[in-house]
């Protein structure tokens, strides 16, 4: 079920974003006056070529590079202002931000259950608490049964379904995907953009995908695009039967 009523602060309201690279001769403008609201229990696909911002504009909301110029909001706090931080950046990540790369990027010596344990245990929750709740999301994502088992005895699509786990350990109000399917078949990765809608509308995140693929646009409650750096509305946003709910 969404939430973007006012009783929850949008996930995310950046405002003007601009990234620039070198200066002079060398100046490269990545992202030019960016503009983003996205409410919780939303998931959005951010679409574009290559080179058109798309991964500046994620690794700016999550806080890894951040902007030039412009201000980013998340869940109601103010976090960037320009490009000064208003919070401990390193913080604010952990306890507030899930993130999911085209790898699934797991601890390969950790089996499943250990690889979103890890994540709760960082953030000090006890180590029994952490397991339990590692198994609850992983059976939420339907791979309990693999939770043994090390990531080289997981299949491609089960290595991110435990890394979406791992991105849900700590209840982020905001999950930041890029191309979290490139490197999965068109049945695997459609069911890995499913998991994303689950996860927005059930669990009450905002989840931004950055994707070439096509094929599962259906998924997601609104598409953007970028070229040149700057954020334009898609032609038609989604409108699935499939995505309507009782708010």
Do not use: C
């Amino acid at each position: 079920m969404k939430t973007n009523d006012s009783n929850h602060p949008p996930a995310i309201v950046a405002e003007n974003l601009t990234k620039v690279y070198g200066s002079g001769n060398t100046e490269v403008v990545a992202m030019k006056d960016v503009s983003l609201r996205v409410e919780r229990g939303e998931v959005i696909a951010l679409l574009g070529p290559s080179g058109a911002g798309k991964s500046t504009l994620l690794t700016a909301i999550g806080l890894i590079n951040p902007p030039t110029s412009g201000r980013i909001h998340i869940g109601g706090e103010l976090v960037m202002d320009a490009d000064r931080a208003k919070v401990d950046l390193r913080e604010f990540r952990r306890r507030h931000l899930g993130y999911v790369f085209q790898k699934a990027n797991l601890i390969p010596f950790l089996s499943a259950v250990e690889n979103v344990q890890v994540a709760l245990e960082i953030n000090d929750t006890p180590a029994s608490a952490a397991h339990k709740r590692a198994m609850e999301l992983l059976d939420y994502l339907g791979v309990a049964d693999r939770s043994q088992n090390l990531p080289d005895a997981l299949s491609g699509g089960q290595q991110q379904r435990v890394a979406v786990a791992r991105a849900l350990a700590n209840e982020p109000s905001l999950i930041l995907a890029d191309e979290p399917t490139a490197a999965l078949d068109s049945h695997r990765g459609r069911q890995v953009m499913e998991l994303f809608r689950k996860v927005a509308h059930e669990r009450g995140a905002a989840v931004l995908v950055v994707t070439h693929d096509h094929r599962s646009l259906d998924v997601f409650d609104k598409t953007y695009e970028m070229e040149d750096g700057r954020l334009t509305s898609s032609p038609a946003n989604i409108s699935n039967p499939n995505n309507e709910r009782n708010d």
